[in-house]
C-alpha cells in the first residue's frame, strides 16, 4: 500500500515556466489537500478537493490550478512560476470530514530562480 | 491571520525529561485538534488527536492537554526520547461547520532531544 505519492521530488524551475506536481493516492480517498510549507510559517492550504470534479481554493491559491478528474489524482499546476513559489510542497489525503487525520506524501521541494 | 500559533520555534529538552509543547488558537469554532511530528525531508505524520469535548487524550508517552477556555493546548511528550526529535505541528478543523475536512496548522516547533 503505497499511500500518498509525490512526484517530482525536486524540481528547479526558471521564472515564467510552468510545470505539474503530481499526487496520486491509492487509498480511496475522496478529500484531497495541496499545502505548501515555508520556513517558519507552518503549511498553509492551496486548493482542496472534497471528490472527483470538486475543487476548491484554500488560504493561498493565487498562481496555481488544479483539477480532479478521478478519485485518485489531484495534480497542482504552477502556470507563471515565480521566486515567491520556491517552498516544499505536500499533498495529503482522508477519507472524509469526520475522520480528520491526514496522510501526507513526502513532498516536492521546489526552487524558482 | 495567524488562526493557530507555536509561539516557541525549537525546543531542547534532556533523554528521559518531559518534552511540553504548546499551541495557541483564536478561533472558538475550532473543535478538533492535532498533533503531527516531521522528520527531515518527510511528509508530516499524525500523532496524536483531541476533540473539543474532552481535555485529555494519551496515548503512550503522548499526551495532549486542552483549556478551551484559554484556546490553548499542550502536547507532553514522557519520558522524551532521541527519536522524538523532529518538528511538531499542531493543527486545528472546525468539523461542525463545514465538510470540507480543512486543517489549519500553526507554523511549527522543532524539537530537539540530547543524549
Known amino acids: 500500500n503505497a499511500g500518498v505519492t509525490q512526484t517530482p521530488k525536486f524540481r528547479i524551475l526558471k521564472i515564467g515556466q510552468s510545470m505539474t506536481l503530481q499526487c496520486t493516492q491509492d487509498?480511496?480517498?475522496?478529500?484531497m489537500y495541496w499545502y505548501r510549507q515555508d520556513p517558519g510559517m507552518g503549511l498553509k492550504l492551496i486548493y482542496y478537493?472534497?471528490?472527483?470534479?470538486?475543487?476548491d481554493k484554500g488560504e493561498v491559491p493565487n498562481g496555481y490550478n488544479v483539477s480532479r478528474s478521478t478519485t485518485e489524482d489531484f495534480p497542482l499546476r504552477l502556470e507563471l512560476a515565480a521566486p515567491s513559489q520556491t517552498s516544499v510542497y505536500f499533498c495529503a489525503s482522508k477519507g472524509g470530514h469526520l475522520n480528520e487525520k491526514l496522510f501526507f506524501g513526502s513532498g516536492t521541494q521546489l526552487s524558482v530562480l | 491571520d495567524q488562526q493557530v500559533k507555536q509561539n516557541s520555534p525549537s525546543l531542547s529538552v534532556q533523554e528521559g525529561r518531559i518534552s511540553i509543547l504548546n499551541c495557541d488558537y483564536t478561533n472558538s469554532m475550532f473543535d478538533y485538534f492535532l498533533w503531527y511530528k516531521k522528520y527531515p525531508a518527510e511528509g508530516p505524520t499524525f500523532l496524536i488527536s483531541i476533540s473539543s469535548i474532552k481535555d485529555k487524550n494519551e496515548d503512550g508517552r503522548f499526551t495532549v492537554f486542552l483549556n478551551k477556555s484559554a484556546k490553548h493546548l499542550s502536547l507532553h511528550i514522557v519520558p522524551s526520547q532521541p527519536g522524538d526529535s523532529a518538528v511538531y505541528f499542531c493543527?486545528?478543523?472546525?468539523?461542525?461547520?463545514?465538510?470540507?475536512?480543512?486543517?489549519?496548522f500553526g507554523q511549527g516547533t522543532t524539537l530537539q532531544v540530547k543524549p
Open positions: 478537493s472534497v471528490g472527483a470534479g470538486i475543487t
Open positions: 487509498m480511496n480517498h475522496n478529500y
Open positions: 493543527a486545528a478543523s472546525a468539523v461542525g461547520l463545514s465538510n470540507t475536512g480543512k486543517l489549519i
